[in-house]
């Protein structure tokens, strides 16, 4: 329904950046397409001959999309360039490198398609400016994670740095499309304990570090976590993170609203609500719940009540988190609002889609702030069209 060419999903980063004429960072507005954030960054550190660690941003963006976004250099020199994916071109200079707190949120135009009713979407639309949307953390929070196999940050949590180092190891290849590369990964579960032969498997740097440390030190699962890339573990424990706080708003909405409507998803179901109570919707308007960590505050006693139960039923307890099992990332607790609004909405275009004979296309411009999904407001509008998946999960031994 929607990204079916990268215009139809177009985002622009907005920043309020401290740009000078001189400074240790160089500043670039990059543009790219057919390119996820971190693969981007790594590839362009190769091709520059610069260290991965010189280039920082702010947000990760979307691959299926045309996106722009800042990111900085610790170099003097001008690497702006053009590529048929991807586009470098420098903006000034900061004093200190790009980062999330710069982002002051996102600008999108995007296009849906393959609508039996625009009709349906424009109301649903007119809903949203008055009432919103739930600010669930969608799918894209969740790249990386294999749900069949569980959460690599839950596994570190509860001490069972081996199963967190097989999860890593499957999420980091099971979307692959390579088929070699999926069944390599096979084998290596496969012989597990034969380090050997598990290095001897192993792609990667990544891969590489960890069998060899396990080569020496057989049984220290720690030790071989500690070869994964920071930012890899930060993205895992993000995920798990995400996971408990969009737990922790279904409860909510389900005590609170009723009728609520569902979207199944991979990373599970999202609650909408059409419309709301006066008193509700001033309560959902003005509410931030607590990502989890070791120390939470919480808004009142319902949610807090709410997230005691999530953390009952997953066995865990808020000095669980205070894990500083790998020393270099830890959870550390921020507020999220609960409810949206889309700010400066404007429906840009209606028209027959081109792609789908007999549909109809709706285009929208729309600012949403940071952290934000604009894919769960396209949910929202179009659920009346919105055909439910079927998510198959399996158990796996831990």
């Known amino acids: 329904m929607i990204k079916a060419i990268p215009e139809d999903f177009i985002v622009e980063e907005i920043a309020d950046l401290p740009l000078t004429e001189t400074g240790e960072f160089r500043v670039y507005r990059l543009t790219k397409r057919n390119w996820t954030t971190p693969d981007l960054m790594r590839f362009l550190a190769k091709l520059l001959s610069i260290s991965p660690k010189v280039i920082s941003y702010g947000g990760k963006k979307d691959k299926h999309g045309l996106t722009t976004q800042y990111i900085t250099i610790r170099d003097q020199r001008d690497f702006s360039l053009e590529e048929p994916n991807f586009s470098l071109k420098a903006v000034g200079f900061m004093r200190t490198p790009m980062s999330p707190a710069l982002i002051a949120g996102n600008r999108f135009r995007i296009t849906i398609r393959k609508l039996n009713s625009v009709d349906r979407v424009l109301k649903n639309l007119e809903q949203v400016k008055t009432y919103g949307f739930p600010n669930f953390f969608d799918d894209q929070r969740f790249r990386g994670t294999d749900f069949s196999l569980g959460f690599f940050a839950d596994r570190v949590l509860r001490g069972h740095y081996n199963g967190a180092l097989q999860i890593f190891l499957q999420a980091q290849n099971i979307s692959s499309a390579d088929k070699k590369n999926?069944?390599?990964?096979?084998?290596?579960?496969?012989?597990?304990?034969?380090?050997e032969k598990c290095l001897e498997l192993a792609q990667g740097l990544t891969e590489k570090r960890i069998f060899r440390t396990l080569l020496l030190r057989p049984d220290d699962f720690l030790a071989a976590l500690e070869k994964i890339p920071r930012e890899e573990?930060?993205?895992?424990?993000?995920?798990?993170?995400?996971?408990?706080?969009?737990?922790?708003?279904?409860?909510?909405?389900?005590?609170?609203?009723?009728?609520?409507?569902?979207?199944?998803?991979?990373?599970?179901?999202?609650?909408?609500w059409r419309t709301?109570?006066?008193?509700?919707?001033?309560?959902?308007?003005?509410?931030?719940?607590?990502?989890?960590?070791?120390?939470?505050?919480?808004?009142?006693?319902?949610?807090?009540?709410?997230?005691?139960?999530?953390?009952?039923?997953n066995n865990l307890k808020f000095s669980t988190f205070?894990?500083?099992?790998?020393?270099?990332?830890?959870?550390?607790?921020?507020?999220?609002?609960?409810?949206?609004?889309?700010?400066?909405?404007?429906?840009?275009?209606?028209?027959?889609?081109?792609?789908?004979?007999?549909?109809?296309?709706?285009?929208?411009?729309?600012?949403?702030?940071?952290?934000?999904?604009?894919?769960?407001l396209i949910k929202r509008i179009t659920i009346d069209e919105i055909k439910q998946p079927e998510v198959q999960k399996q158990v796996i031994e831990p």
């Open 276 to 313: 709301l109570p006066s008193e509700t919707y001033e309560y959902l308007n003005s509410l931030k719940l607590p990502t989890p960590a070791a120390k939470m505050n919480f808004p009142d006693e319902l949610s807090r009540q709410l997230y005691l139960e999530i953390l009952a039923e």
């Open 322 to 376: 205070r894990t500083r099992a790998l020393s270099r990332v830890f959870f550390r607790s921020f507020q999220r609002k609960v409810l949206l609004h889309p700010q400066e909405l404007e429906v840009v275009e209606i028209k027959k889609d081109e792609l789908h004979p007999k549909k109809q296309a709706l285009v929208l411009s729309f600012k949403l702030p940071r952290g934000a999904f604009a894919t769960m």
């Open 182 to 195: 999926r069944q390599r990964v096979v084998e290596i579960i496969a012989n597990w304990r034969n380090w």
């Open 233 to 272: 573990i930060a993205m895992a424990y993000a995920a798990f993170s995400s996971h408990l706080w969009n737990e922790l708003l279904r409860r909510l909405l389900k005590r609170l609203i009723d009728p609520l409507e569902e979207v199944q998803a991979e990373s599970g179901i999202f609650y909408f």
